[in-house]
């Protein structure tokens, strides 16, 4: 994971949310700091955040976005 940072992720929480953006930080717990973040439910935008930290132990995947 070390190697995504600074790629675009998707993050995947338990609780069916979902959140985009830049990485710019993770650690082995799975904590992630992701800036420029955008907050979905269900495919449909909720919300824009500058900055968000995600706790590991609410974390169901990270997806890598690659970009062509």
């Known amino acids: 994971m070390q190697k995504a940072t600074n790629k675009v992720v998707s993050v995947r929480l338990k609780?069916?949310?979902e959140y985009r953006g830049k990485m710019s930080n993770v650690d082995p717990?799975?904590?992630v700091i992701l800036v420029d973040a955008v907050e979905s439910e269900n495919g449909a935008p909720k919300?824009?955040?500058g900055k968000v930290v995600i706790r590991g132990n609410n974390?169901?995947?990270i997806r890598i976005e690659d970009r062509l």
């Open 29 to 31: 717990y799975m904590n």
């Open 59 to 61: 974390v169901l995947y």
């Open 15 to 17: 609780s069916e949310l």
């Open 47 to 49: 919300a824009n955040y």
